[in-house]
């Protein structure tokens, strides 16, 4: 999956903002109803509206709750003295920011040690990934828990470890099936010997 | 696949077009409708095989989107509303699309394979939509012209192509991400490598990677969902 749709995904959570516009009513999306909107007074939409009205200058975002620097802090520290993946404060942690950090770097408080502090926390989490993918692929398991994962995070070892998985379990199949019908092959070996012959003569025939 | 069975599916096809589709209308709101389109776009983009269409909530989708535009088109298009209602129906026909591509790119990937399965079906648990049967009847149809016209220039012992020859199976066994919607015991995973067997229980929430072939059935009971 392209990341871009992870960040898709991810622009459906919700995020508080103060709009700077009137409008009465409510508007009945599919995905659910918003608004009313009120100049100053916060409400929550999807961040994808969210980030539309922010580019067109119509609001203001407010930083949600767990993008502050003393929490993100606790969180690094706790991620790098466990030995396991610890829960994120949000499903799409690293999305959300960028993106936030991109559309409205001055309404978000402390911006750019938010910025370094995600950053730290997903190497931090990619690297302990890596090396216990390593470790589950050398210890020749079938089922892996991925508890607290996020689907970002998940998508980053996509392209590797399942066709990894994929690929041993399709050589251990081979392994197996030649040790058991030796014969079968030797046939088809033999098999494609005559096809050989018999097109080398018809080319020679022909010309 | 020969032609008699083709001549069958085509038969079925044309009965079930005369078919109500009523039958499975629960009170479904459009937001309910549209969370299960995004859980069957997530889980047929992870998944190996062609899971069973949604049809009936698609279809549901694509008439409430025709609606909603034809309310927009009331509205100033100054209105600041007009861009949100927009915007929102534009994210919905992504994930609609993409979810239709995927199915196409199985279906002519694993056509032959894919038809096989569906004789096996009957009528109301087809996996495949009306439409996309059509279309896989008419490309292995076309397949077969082209390869036809190919053949006839080779040599006399290649003009056949067997059928296992151009049927491509997917993976059953291959590795999927998953999280579980609720509890589920006993999954029983096969470890080829030693002919044995493994159970787990995947608790609610938690997150695994496991061969698909173990959670098939738990993924069309929405059990699980594909990550």
Known sequence: ?207 | MNTSEVAELERELLQNEDLDEDDNEEKLTAQDVLEIIEKAWLNEKFSPEILPHKTEYVDCMLEQIKYMESNISFLQSTDIQVDIYKFELERIRYIITSYLRCRLRKIELYAFYVLEQETTRNSEDRYLSDSELKFAVEYIQNLDIHFDSILKKMPWNLQTLEDPNKRIKPNMDSYVFLRANKSVSNVIIKDVFENREEEVELLENSQHLLPYSSVVMYIKDKSVQLL
Request: net charge negative; proline share 4%; charged share 25%.
């Open chain 1, 1 to 207: 999956m392209d990341p871009s749709e992870i960040e898709f995904i991810a622009e459906k959570s919700n995020i508080e903002i103060i709009p700077k516009f009137n409008l009465d009513g409510v508007i009945h999306l599919i995905s659910g109803d918003i608004g009313p909107f009120r100049a100053g007074l916060p409400l929550i939409v999807p961040l994808w509206l969210a980030l539309n009205l922010r580019q067109r200058n119509k609001c203001r975002i407010l930083t949600p709750d767990w993008m502050d620097v003393d929490k993100l802090e606790e969180k690094k520290e706790e991620e790098k003295n466990s030995k396991f993946f610890t829960k994120m404060p949000h499903e799409h942690y690293l999305e959300v920011t960028q993106l936030l950090l991109k559309v409205a770097n001055d309404d978000i408080n402390r911006a750019d040690e938010i910025r370094t502090l995600i950053k730290d926390l997903w190497d931090m989490r990619i690297s302990k990934l890596r090396s216990s993918v390593n470790t589950f692929v050398n210890s020749g398991g079938i089922h892996a828990s991925l508890d607290h994962l996020t689907q970002l995070e998940i998508n980053s070892i996509r392209p590797l470890l399942p066709d990894a998985l994929n690929m041993l379990q399709s050589l251990n199949q081979d392994s197996d099936s030649e040790t058991e019908d030796g014969d079968s092959t030797q046939n088809t070996t033999r098999n494609r010997n005559t096809t050989d012959s018999f097109l080398s003569s018809s080319f020679h025939s022909s010309s």
